[in-house]
Structures are given as C-alpha cells and as structure tokens.
C-alpha cells in the first residue's frame, strides 16, 4: 500500500475530523482512500486518463491499465490508439506474464463441430 503526504484546507480537515468523531470513518486515512475512490468511480474519463498516462511514460503495463480504467484489454488497447500512444508488445515481467496465462484460461472456445445434423439423423 502507498503512503502519501499532502495539504488540505483547515475546514476539509475538520470535517473529515468530524466525520471520525461521529464514526462514519475510521480514521482519517479511511476517509481520504473513500474519498479518492468515490472520485475515480464518478468519473470515469479522468480514471481512463490516468490509466493512459501511466501507461505512456512506462510505468504500468496494457494489462494494468485496463485493470485501473476498467475495461479489457482489447478496448485498453484501442483507447491508448485513440491517444496516439504507442503500444508496447511483449511481456513485461513474470507478474504479466501470469496474468496473460490466467486471462488465457478464461476464453472459451466453440469445441463442437459446425454441422451436428448428420450425427442426429442416424
């Protein structure tokens, strides 16, 4: 989990304080991490854009983006397109690599053959 360190004015401080003093959060960092999360929920082009952004300055792989943006990889694909961002191929680290093979895992293929008619009738 990241830690970060940041300012806020006096009265969002005193409400968030409030806010744990009446027990609708834990604590104050409950209240932030609901916070952001609620954002990124509510808004679903600036999740998208972070998504790219990260994506484009390498430091998150195709499968990470789509997973932040909440999408799959094929329409993750076709939005970093849509940016002008160059994709980049290939497996990243072991972490891709397994992910690739569990995403692999959950396709589903038509197995039965194309004409069933013939075996029915006999």
């Known amino acids: ?7 806020y004015p006096d009265d969002l401080d005193l409400l968030i304080e409030g806010a744990v003093e009446a027990g609708v959060f834990g604590g104050k960092s409950d209240a932030l991490r609901e916070f952001v999360r609620e954002y990124f929920e509510d808004h679903e082009n600036e999740r998208t854009a972070a998504a790219v952004a990260l994506y484009e300055r390498e430091r998150i792989t195709l499968g990470d983006a789509a997973r932040l943006a909440h999408v799959d990889r094929w329409t993750m694909r076709d939005i970093l397109c849509e940016h002008g961002v160059e994709l980049r191929l290939g ?6 690599a397994a992910y690739e093979a569990e995403a692999a895992t959950e396709l589903e293929f038509d197995d039965e053959p194309a004409d069933n ?6």
């Not at 989990?1 to 300012?7: C, D, E, K, L, N």
């Not at 008619?117 to 006999?122: A, C, E, K, P």
């Open 117 to 122: 008619d013939n075996s029915d009738s006999q």
């Open 91 to 96: 497996l990243v680290d072991e972490e891709d």
């Open 1 to 7: 989990m990241a830690r970060i360190t940041g300012s």
